[in-house]
């Protein structure tokens, strides 16, 4: 019965595990092109990149890890080339 109280509520949001596809990067964390070629200015980490372990999920921090580690890198490579944009 849900008649009386007390009651107690958690706010929930969809989130996303990780994904098994999106754009490829390369290891400055800059998306490519067709061609393989860096777009200059277009970085991609987490889950708005493409999986770095593809349909695999490797186990607990598989997602976290690169997304921190690229996010880092991404940030990083476009502090020192910010210049040439
Ligand atoms: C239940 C669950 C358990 C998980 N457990 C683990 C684990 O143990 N280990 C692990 O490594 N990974 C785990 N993950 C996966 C991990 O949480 C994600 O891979 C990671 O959070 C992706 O990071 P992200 O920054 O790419 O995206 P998100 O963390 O989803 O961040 C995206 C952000 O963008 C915001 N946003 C969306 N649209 C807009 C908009 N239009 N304008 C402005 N902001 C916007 C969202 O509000 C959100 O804050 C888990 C995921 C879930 C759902």
Redesign the pocket.
Same mark, same amino acid.
């Given at each position: 019965m849900m008649d009386q109280g007390p009651y107690y509520a958690v706010k929930m949001e969809s =989130? /996303? *595990? @990780?994904t098994a596809g999106g754009p490829k990067t390369n290891g400055n964390a800059q998306v490519l092109d067709w061609s393989g070629n860096p777009i200059p200015g277009l970085y991609a &980490? @987490?889950? /708005?990149m493409a999986a770095v372990l593809g349909e695999a999920y490797g186990g &607990? @921090? =598989?997602? *976290?890890?690169p @997304?921190m580690t690229f =996010?880092y890198i991404a940030g990083r490579h476009l502090g020192t080339h910010i210049s040439n944009h």
């Open positions: =989130g /996303a *595990l @990780g &980490a @987490g889950n /708005a &607990a @921090g =598989g997602t *976290l890890g @997304g =996010g």
